[in-house]
């Protein structure tokens, strides 16, 4: 497997002339021509197109640098068809992008295609494949997203959250994933699925290359402090311990190990009953807002929806209004417990995955370990650098407080040397 591209790195061969945008176009080039078939990360793609676009003037002063971007296909896009992967969208052409896209384009990024997601960002396997192992899956719904990255394909890429569909390819495909603050990065432009909960995020090989990325979307300072205090991180195993692998125990074990041999202040905490709670809330909120994002698809087209999809949204259809709020009012607790606990602690430590990514393509693999922290919508790092039983990546993740997303990185860059260390 081709070694995968720091963003970070690249940038800043280019911004320093040692590099060009068009040789690192022909980089991601020649790496998804060697494994492009076998791998199936993009929905549409041009390299024609791309390598002309690196050639443009100006690029190499961006803050990305003309660096190719890979964008997830439940995401708007003029220049490739947004096919959200359902044939109800075959060959559909927005007419505007999305935000995020925009603000790709506006900070020098090239678009480079459209990454595979599973059907309208749920459940349904897609037709990617892990790079890591080709006989396992990828994980979802940011399937091509994730996968684009593991392979050398791309550096950066953009993906989409409303379960756990960055932090669990991430960890399945051994790469760096980011689940940003709720709102934090604008989802205009999004189809979507749960409006409460859906949430765009990054893809890079290493924390720096996410960070570096965020920094140059957005335009704030992810940049990191060399002396920063020492870290205070909770180990939280959930109340839904009993569903993670023996290997993903001995990851997260691992992981806390290399920070207190590191100097970081390591403690083991239960969640309040207040924070769990929102894990069950979680099924209400996105089920009752899937059956009317929905309720054109299902009124309409019901027949062209994959049985995965549609036993779904029948279900969802009977959680009523009360519900819902009810929900919404853990939820909103929730997040209020939350927040208490990071008065004495700077990150939360868990599991960002059950186990090593599932052999063959029945699932894209469970969201257990990812769903509250969406609902509750701090910000979410899957770190890499650990491996399971049969050798397949298995990352473990760090949980930050709303609004702290800098933070959460220089914390996440720490755990990265740390276990690296280790």
Sequence with gaps: MTEMLSAAALAQAVHAGRLTPVDVAERCAEAIRAQEDEVRAFASLDLDALLAAA??????????????????????????????????FAGY????????????????GLIAGKLVTTEFAFMQPSVTRNPRRLTHSPGGSSAG?????????LPITLGTQ???????????????GYKPSFKLLPVLGLKP?????????LFGAHVADVAFATGALTGRDFSFDDDM????????????AHL?????????DAAARAADKAGARVTALDLPDAVEAADEATGAVQGFEASLAFADEWDRHREALSPTLATYLDTASSITPEQYDAARRTARRARH????????????????????????????????????????????????GLTGATGLPIGVQLIGRFGRDRELMQVGRYLERAITAA
């Design 145 to 153: 997203s994730a996968a684009a990255v593991a392979a050398g394909m």
């Design 193 to 201: 699925f749960a409006w409460s909960l859906d949430t765009i995020g």
């Design 337 to 384: 417990a939350l927040s208490d606990l990071f008065a004495d602690h700077d990150v939360l430590l868990s599991f960002s995955v059950a186990g090593e990514a599932p052999e063959g393509f029945a699932t894209t693999g469970s969201p257990a370990f990812n769903r509250l922290w969406t609902l509750t919508g701090g910000p979410c790092l899957n770190i890499t």
């Design 55 to 88: 050639a443009a003037p100006g690029l190499a002063a961006t803050p990305l640098a003309g660096l190719p971007v890979g964008v997830k296909d439940i995401l708007d896009t003029v220049d490739f068809p947004t096919e959200r992967g359902s044939k109800l």
């Design 229 to 240: 205090p020492t870290p205070r991180i909770a180990v939280v195993k959930t109340a839904r």
């Design 93 to 108: 052409r927005p007419t505007t992008d999305a935000a995020i896209v925009r603000m790709a384009a506006r900070a020098g």
């Design 162 to 176: 409303t379960g756990g569909s960055v932090i669990r390819p991430a960890s399945f495909c051994g790469v760096t």
């Design 244 to 252: 993670a692998a023996a290997d993903a125990h001995a990851a997260l």
